[in-house]
């Protein structure tokens, strides 16, 4: 149950994109389309972006989006702005019917 | 509107056992997975147990196996996760979570209750 791996931090500049990696093994992202992202603002409890690889809850903005290409699943962010401004962690099920998350990626707006 | 409030952390000595509560209001508790998730301080997510909408079904991340118990009662409307041998780097903020529609997947976080595992 080892944690999908992400980079430790992502920067970019007001309106730009960025794009966040999340890999694993053919166990977990690769094996599902259960690969969901979740922004977490300091002190406070996570909150669900992306959900089944690419799908957006209700209320999230456009500008965030999700992909998947083989053990790897990415997060988009598009016309960044300062509030996009969080750590950011991808999740997937696994085959043993477990759930693994990311080792975390700090988004920095310059 | 969905609710979680967690509640039973604080500080607690090594070995001692100790039970958190989730009360889960806004949606129809007996038909969603439930989940217990850790971060210790400065730390990333941990996922630690899920247990089915009927408590028939229960996994656990290799690092509590064996020490942490999730329960529910459906009755109450509430999530429970029995620590026991308690270590030091169990200190951690302790959030309860509940499952999105139909998925495999975490929609809905409390805001979490900090145990301190500390002599």
């Known amino acids: 149950q080892s944690a999908l791996t992400q980079p430790a931090s992502v920067s970019g500049s007001p309106g730009q994109s960025i794009a966040i990696s999340c890999t694993g093994t053919s166990s977990d992202v690769g094996a599902y389309n259960y690969v969901s992202w979740y922004q977490q603002q300091p002190g406070k409890a996570p909150k669900l972006m992306i959900y089944?690889?690419?799908n957006r809850p209700s209320g999230v903005s456009d500008r965030f989006s999700g992909s998947k290409s083989g053990n790897t699943a990415s997060l988009t962010i598009s016309g960044l702005q300062a509030e996009d401004e969080a750590d950011y962690y991808c999740?997937?099920?696994?085959?043993?019917?477990?759930?693994?998350f990311g080792t975390g990626t700090k988004v920095t707006v310059l | 509107q969905v609710q979680l409030v967690e509640s039973g952390g604080g500080v607690v000595q090594p070995g001692r056992p100790l039970r958190l509560s989730c009360a889960a209001s806004g949606f129809t508790f007996n038909t969603f997975g439930m989940h217990w998730v850790r971060q210790a301080p400065g730390k990333g997510l941990e996922w630690m147990a899920v247990i089915s909408h009927d408590g028939s079904d229960k996994y656990y991340a290799d690092s509590v196996k064996g020490r942490f118990t999730i329960s529910r009662d459906n009755s109450r409307n509430t999530l429970y996760l029995q620590t026991n041998s308690l270590r030091a780097e169990d200190t951690a903020v302790y959030y309860c979570a509940k499952d999105w529609t139909a998925r495999p997947e975490i929609e809905h976080w409390g805001q979490g209750t900090l145990v301190t595992v500390s002599s």
């Open positions: 089944d690889v690419s």
């Open positions: 999740s997937s099920y696994t085959s043993s019917a477990t759930r693994v």
